[in-house]
């Protein structure tokens, strides 16, 4: 098992960049890829990116490609999603998670707390 502390969300203006971390602590010797997860109000939790812990092999969501970039530190045990050119619809509760197998889009078993992004017009 493994815990995850997700930080780094804030205030930023539209056309901002922010960058969050999520520190990774446990078995982090089993895990299999790391993932970045949104929730804005009122809408379902969504798929942004994901990042194989031993390869680095990255995939992403469409509506964030050439904007976010995942990054991974095995070293430190960190995982970091860099957010450019952000609008304000990318404003939502961002989540790391954590699974032991190869995982795309869904079946992370291991979730942070979330950190709010706010992005202004």
């Known amino acids: 098992q493994v815990q995850l502390v997700d930080s780094g969300g804030g205030l930023v203006q539209a056309g901002g960049s922010l960058r969050l971390s999520c520190g990774v602590s446990g078995r982090t010797d089993s895990i299999g890829t790391m993932a970045w997860f949104r929730q804005a109000p009122g809408k379902e939790r969504t798929f942004v990116g994901r990042i194989t812990w031993r390869s680095g092999s990255t995939y992403y969501a469409d509506f964030v490609k050439g904007r976010f970039t995942i990054s991974r530190d095995s070293a430190k045990n960190t995982v970091a999603l860099q957010m450019d050119s952000l609008k304000p619809e990318d404003t939502a509760v961002y989540y790391c998670?954590?699974?032991?197998?190869?995982?795309?889009?869904?079946?992370?078993?291991?979730w942070g707390q979330g950190t709010q992004v706010t992005v202004s017009s």
């Open positions: 998670a954590a699974d032991w197998g190869i995982r795309y889009t869904s079946g992370y078993t291991s």
